[in-house]
């Protein structure tokens, strides 16, 4: 009823303590805890004909590292964040979460550079092994996590070739500018129909 057409919520990750932005915006350090909350938060956004997004995938409250600011750098084994941080990322995928959005962390004993850019990350575990359907966003490509990639255009490019559907840029119109300016239009049939199912459909 305000013309709200997309909620970039609920977040997923785990308040481990230790991140300076994740912080109290995680519902708990508990997957289960998080899990129950998530599932409540969706299905009241769903009451109000609105679509979820779960982030940071795969987890971003591990680290210490804002970022906005910086690359965060997750150095824990994979089988450590599969075990604990991923818990309701698989759980919310199971339940057909519509959209999810990445965390422009590097976690190193999986790949060497950011989840939102990585094909590792987002065509092997998210699409081929957790099978999952929906859209796929970026985080804010004008972030400091994302410029160790390149420049906006670089920065979009790789999202694009890692799987992410749809590429935020945020407070940075001349960015905006350019990088339309700089990408081809090419039809992605897939990407369009995932985005399409976020629409708003009258509340219930």
């Given at each position: ?90 759980a919310l ?104 199912a976020l ?6």
């Amino acid at each position: 009823s305000f013309g709200i057409d997309l909620c970039f919520a609920p977040v997923l990750d785990r308040d481990c303590g230790v991140s300076t932005v994740i912080g109290d915006r995680a519902f708990s350090a508990d997957p289960q805890i998080i899990i129950k909350l998530a599932r409540a938060f969706r299905a009241g956004l769903n009451a109000a004909g609105l679509k979820a997004t779960g982030k940071h995938f795969p987890g971003h409250g591990a680290v210490a590292a804002d970022s906005h600011l910086e690359l965060p750098i997750d150095r824990r084994p994979f089988a450590d964040i599969e075990q604990k941080d991923l818990v309701p990322f698989k759980a919310l995928i199971d339940d057909g979460i519509e959209s999810l959005m990445l965390a422009h962390v590097r976690y190193s004993a999986f790949d060497d550079i950011p989840a939102s850019f990585s094909r590792k990350w987002i065509r092997g575990l998210l699409r081929s092994q957790y099978k999952y359907n929906g859209a796929v966003f970026c985080d804010d490509l004008c972030m400091k996590g994302a410029v160790v990639i390149g420049d906006i255009v670089q920065r979009a490019q790789v999202a694009l070739h890692a799987g992410c559907d749809m590429l935020p840029v945020c407070n940075e119109r001349g960015e905006v500018v350019k990088l339309l300016d700089a990408l081809p239009v090419k039809e992605r049939r897939l990407a369009s129909a995932r985005l399409k199912a976020l629409y708003r459909k009258p509340a219930t």
